[in-house]
C-alpha cells in the first residue's frame, strides 16, 4: 500500500502562490500517473491536475495557467505550483496516485492538506 504525504498547504492572500508538494513511499514512482485534486465542504473531490507516467499533462479549466503539475521521479515527489490564488480556490488538497500510467481511474490518496486564500 503506498503511502503519500502532502506538505506545503496554508493560508495565502489572492494573488500570492503556494507549492504543494507529495511524497510517495515505495518504488517504481515513474510509471505510475499522479494527480491533484481538491474538495471544498459539501461538494464532490474535483480533479486540478494529472501528470501520466508519459510526463503528459491535463489540468482542469478553472486553474489553467495559474497551476502547474510536475514531478521529481528521482526524489518520488510529486509537486503542484499554484499562482495567483483565487478565494475559489480555498479547498482541501489530495494527493492521488494512480492505478497504471493514465489518468483514468482512482487509486490511492494522501489525507488532503488545507489551502485557505483570504484576505
Known amino acids: 500500500q503506498v503511502q503519500l504525504v502532502e506538505s506545503g498547504g496554508g493560508l495565502v492572500q489572492p494573488g500570492g502562490s503556494l507549492k504543494l508538494a507529495c511524497v510517495a513511499s515505495g518504488n517504481l514512482f515513474s510509471v505510475y500517473g499522479m494527480a491533484w485534486y481538491r474538495q471544498i465542504p459539501g461538494k464532490t473531490r474535483e480533479l486540478v491536475a494529472c501528470?501520466?507516467?508519459?510526463?503528459?499533462?491535463n489540468y482542469a479549466d478553472s486553474v489553467k495557467g495559474r497551476f502547474r503539475i510536475y514531478r521529481d521521479n528521482a526524489r518520488n515527489t510529486l509537486y503542484l505550483e499554484m499562482n495567483n490564488l483565487k478565494p475559489e480556490d480555498t479547498a482541501v488538497y489530495f494527493c492521488n496516485r494512480k492505478t497504471d500510467r493514465t489518468c483514468i481511474g482512482e487509486g490511492s490518496w494522501g489525507q488532503g492538506i488545507q489551502v485557505t486564500v483570504s484576505s
Open positions: 501528470n501520466t507516467g508519459n510526463a503528459l499533462t
